[in-house]
T-cell receptor
Framework: GAVVSQHPSRVICKSGTSVKIECRSL??????MFWYRQFPKKSLMLMAT?????????EQGVEKDKFLINHASLTLSTLTVTSAHPEDSSFYIC??????????FGPGTRLTVL | KQEVTQIPAALSVPEGENLVLNCSFTDSAIYNLQWFRQDPGKGLTSLLL?????REQTSGRLNASLDKSSGRSTLYIAVSQPGDSATYLCAVSFGNEKLTFGTGTRLTIIP
């Protein structure tokens, strides 16, 4: 099956710093990638949808200047959490979709902001 | 508003029993529906994908059904095993590319 990786799997940073999370589709080309956020014992909430070569579409309530998304190639999308604060601590999961309509999910990145 | 609901939030079942997880959605105009498994602190593993034109999909001990008219899907797990313990998430694509997730059912199989 299709494989999606995320890096890093876990990151701890100080408040005010920026953190970049990478999402890669390893064995297929992903025309669309999605970024989700998941709070403890809660379900996934879509943050934004990114298409290769174009600007991301953010969900209502998600600050685009806070969560910068770049989808520079068909196999890589990045999410940068700028000026992170403790309330940004969460589990961030990406997914990638190729020619089929099925989304394949990465293993997630646990962000802890001190 | 398009919503996906999963009840119960948690379920405990003795090993070896068959069980059914439920998912309901508010809009019958769906594109597809997926069932996922999530282990604690991990990402999602896709279990089954049902297109809107299909009524069920099977993979091993898992069978997922879809009834658009009633806005329901079920995930049937046969002969449950302790390794089946996880949170099961239902997600619906309502005619666009986005997935709307349910809140999940946390399943515990008791050895």
């Amino acid at each position: 099956g299709a494989v999606v990786s995320q890096h890093p799997s876990r990151v701890i940073c100080k408040s005010g710093t920026s953190v970049k999370i990478e999402c890669r589709s390893l064995d297929f080309q992903a025309t669309t990638m999605f970024w989700y956020r998941q709070f403890p014992k809660k379900s996934l909430m879509l943050m934004a949808t990114s298409n290769e070569g174009s600007k991301a579409t953010y969900e209502q309530g998600v600050e685009k200047d806070k969560f910068l998304i770049n989808h520079a190639s068909l196999t890589l999308s990045t999410l940068t959490v700028t000026s992170a604060h403790p309330e940004d601590s969460s589990f961030y999961i990406c997914s990638a979709r190729g020619t089929s309509n099925e989304q394949f999910f990465g293993p997630g990145t646990r962000l802890t902001v001190l | 508003k398009q919503e996906v609901t999963q009840i119960p939030a948690a379920l405990s079942v003795p090993e070896g029993e068959n069980l059914v997880l439920n998912c309901s959605f508010t809009d019958s105009a769906i594109y597809n529906l997926q069932w996922f498994r999530q282990d604690p602190g991990k990402g999602l593993t896709s279990l089954l994908l049902i297109q809107s034109s299909q009524r069920e999909q099977t993979s091993g001990r898992l069978n997922a059904s879809l009834d658009k008219s009633s806005g329901r899907s079920t995930l049937y797990i046969a002969v449950s095993q302790p390794g089946d313990s996880a949170t099961y998430l239902c997600a619906v694509s309502f005619g666009n590319e986005k997935l709307t997730f349910g809140t999940g059912t946390r399943l515990t199989i008791i050895p």
